[in-house]
């Protein structure tokens, strides 16, 4: 490597560090969030919504998975 080649970079690594100095020293400034009512209502609607969903399949599997009363085949009429 050259002496340009390391002047280059030099340069580039110093002025890279005053930018993140520059940066650094004043903070980001987010707007502040104000969520209307009505979205807020509709988020816990759609989330009860969801749990009650859950809660059915959640219900419907446990059924499905629990072993229930077989039916005697021999009182069947159609088995001979």
Known sequence: MGIFEFVVI?????????????????PVQLPPERPDD???ERT????????????EERDFYRALLEPGEQADTSDHPDTP
Do not use: F, H, Q, S
């Open 44 to 55: 816990v609607e759609d989330l009860n919504r969801r749990l009650l969903l859950l809660e």
């Open 10 to 26: 030099l340069v580039l690594i110093t002025t890279i560090g005053e930018v993140v100095k520059a940066r650094a020293g004043r």
């Open 38 to 40: 009505g979205a807020l």
